[in-house]
Nanobody, 120 residues
Framework: QVQLVESGGGLVQPGGSLRLSCAASGTIFSINAMGWYRQAPGKQRELVATITRGDGTNYVDSVKGRFTISRDNAKNTVYLQMNTLKSEDTAVYYC??????????????WGQGTQVTVSS
């Protein structure tokens, strides 16, 4: 079994910053892509950013230039640095990881979510 545990969410004023972390633990052979998704009230879950094992990154247009995704492979951890936050960034943020649990088995796991609220 694999667990993803997120941390770092909270309440921040517009223009502020937060850093989310997501640590994977359990039976892990290696981790391929990792990413962050978010879901605002009444909306579908959307991709925010992804990062490959080789540090290739991809961002949704609305966060380009403001958010930075990074990872520490030795710690099985992915981060999301969020700057210049806007009210429309308010959502529950979910971590996702493609985990190779054996040489032949790769499964996708989700974290439990962490709330980010941007409000004055």
């Amino acid at each position: 079994q694999v667990q993803l545990v997120e941390s770092g969410g909270g309440l921040v004023q517009p223009g502020g910053s937060l850093r989310l972390s997501c640590a994977a633990s359990g039976t892990i052979f290696s981790i391929n892509a990792m990413g962050w998704y978010r879901q605002a009230p009444g909306k579908q879950r959307e991709l925010v950013a992804t990062i490959t094992r080789g540090d290739g990154t991809n961002y949704v247009d609305s966060v380009k230039g403001r958010f930075t995704i990074s990872r520490d492979n030795a710690k099985n951890t992915v981060y999301l640095q969020m700057n210049t936050l806007k009210s429309e960034d308010t959502a529950v943020y979910y971590c996702n990881a493609e985990v190779r649990t054996t040489i032949l088995t790769t499964l996708r796991y989700w974290g439990q979510g962490t709330q980010v609220t941007v409000s004055s």
